[in-house]
């Protein structure tokens, strides 16, 4: 759109305040100190397998109320970080569907059925027995969303994330066999990231079943709706089946939309569910946690797309009047402009509505590269959008608040 990027040599106003929408630091746990000196204002961190639920939580704890920032209300929560809890579509593949069941699968029962677990939800059918061998006992989906809830009711600012679905992706060969020569332990594991991801293992042909992944994703859904918190969504090569699922939770509750005809007759439909569901109860989960609740729903009031690598065309089916979420769209450096310019990213941003644009790094380590991954993606937006730094800052800051806040 422009020929030149004026915002480039422009100083950078972090005294605004830079919120970074998604992001994974407790991946590297030895960088989680460098929060401290980073000029980012808060991180919304993901959590996405087994071993990092804890880390995310206790690295909340660690930097609770500890963002000095005078941009923020007195009341307001001032933690500089935000924690999120669920599992990612990679490692989907770990949960026992146990949910048409009675009562959650115990230990037990879980390993007795693991390899039939694996053989149900990976395709093409998988007969590695080294992969087979390594997969861990799967953990019971009903237990997972009891732990999940938990933490979110511990933590009264928490996000649900980051959850999805993902078409494309392979899970990661057994470590025994996962080095790319073909030779046995040659797979270069980095010893300082926490365990559980690919971490330069090769990939095997086995993707999990989207059936599955829907199904993973649904519960982690209703229970963000549950305690109506936002949530940050991964999507690959799967927006229409993300819309299909959220349709699906959201039936029932879409927006009345009010027709011209209707309008001119002068009638007044009252827009469903809008206005009416608003109950400014205070939880009762200690002094910090005052925060306005609202009513249990099916579905999230928020919802983050992020580092979205779509085109242009669902946005229409994301924002049409019926829909009763708010849906925000994150752009990252690192995913959506790896090249420093990417015409399908630039389109999507430029047909955005200015309210539901937000930034990331999404990376693994906190610190000095993740400021400038964050100050990168704003001077882009800022860039496509013909705003300067200092209002484009204002305004995804502002978009970013409301988008965990409400
Ligand atoms: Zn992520």
Redesign the pocket.
């Known amino acids: 759109m422009q020929s030149e990027k004026p915002t480039a040599s422009e100083p950078f106003p972090w005294e605004i305040g830079v919120f970074d929408a998604?992001?994974?630091p407790t991946d590297t746990m030895s960088s989680i100190d460098d929060i401290k000196a980073m000029k980012a204002a808060t991180l919304t961190v993901?959590a996405?397998r087994e071993q990092d639920q804890e880390l995310v939580s206790q690295v909340a704890l660690q930097f609770k109320g500890s963002n000095q920032s005078s941009e923020q209300d007195s009341d307001a929560c001032n933690d500089r970080v935000i924690p999120c809890f669920g599992w990612?579509p990679w490692f989907s593949h770990q949960i026992f569907d146990d949910t048409k069941h009675d009562e959650p699968r115990d230990g037990e029962y879980l390993a007795s059925m693991k390899i039939e677990h694996y053989k149900n939800v990976l395709a093409p059918l998988i007969d590695d027995e080294d992969l087979l061998h390594e997969l861990p006992v799967p953990c019971s989906l009903v237990d997972l969303v009891s732990r999940t809830r938990a933490r979110l009711q511990k933590h009264p600012y928490a996000l649900v994330?980051?959850i999805g679905l993902d078409k494309t992706f392979r899970i990661p060969k057994a470590w025994s066999s996962a080095g790319s020569d073909g030779n046995e332990n040659t797979a270069s594991s980095d010893s300082s990231i926490t365990p559980g991801t690919r971490n330069g293992r090769a990939l095997s042909p086995y993707r999990v079943k989207m059936d599955h992944q829907r199904a993973v994703i649904k519960v982690q859904l209703r229970l963000a709706g549950e305690l109506q918190r936002p949530v940050?969504l991964?999507s690959v090569q799967a927006h229409g089946a993300i819309i299909e699922v959220l349709q699906e939770l959201w039936a029932g509750y879409e927006k009345k939309v009010i027709s011209n005809r209707q309008r001119k007759r002068g009638s007044s439909v009252p827009r469903a569910h809008e206005g009416e569901d608003v109950s400014p109860t205070h939880s009762n989960e200690g002094s910090d946690s005052d925060k306005i609740e609202t009513k249990p729903k099916p579905f999230p009031p928020r919802i983050c797309m992020?580092?979205y690598s779509g085109p242009v065309d669902p946005l229409n089916q994301f924002f049409h009047p019926k829909v009763p979420a708010d849906v925000y769209f994150s752009f990252s450096a690192v995913i959506n402009f790896p090249d420093g310019a990417n015409a399908k990213s630039s389109n999507v941003i430029s047909a955005l509505p200015e309210d539901r644009i937000l930034v990331?790094s999404?990376i693994h380590c906190a610190g000095q590269r993740m400021d400038d991954l964050l100050e990168q993606i704003v001077r882009q937006v800022c860039d496509i959008r013909g705003w300067s730094l200092e209002r484009g800052t204002q305004i995804l800051a502002d978009n970013w608040k409301r988008f965990v806040f409400g």
Do not use: K, L, R, Y
């Open positions: 998604h992001c994974h993901m996405t990612h994330g980051e940050s991964h992020h580092s990331e999404d």
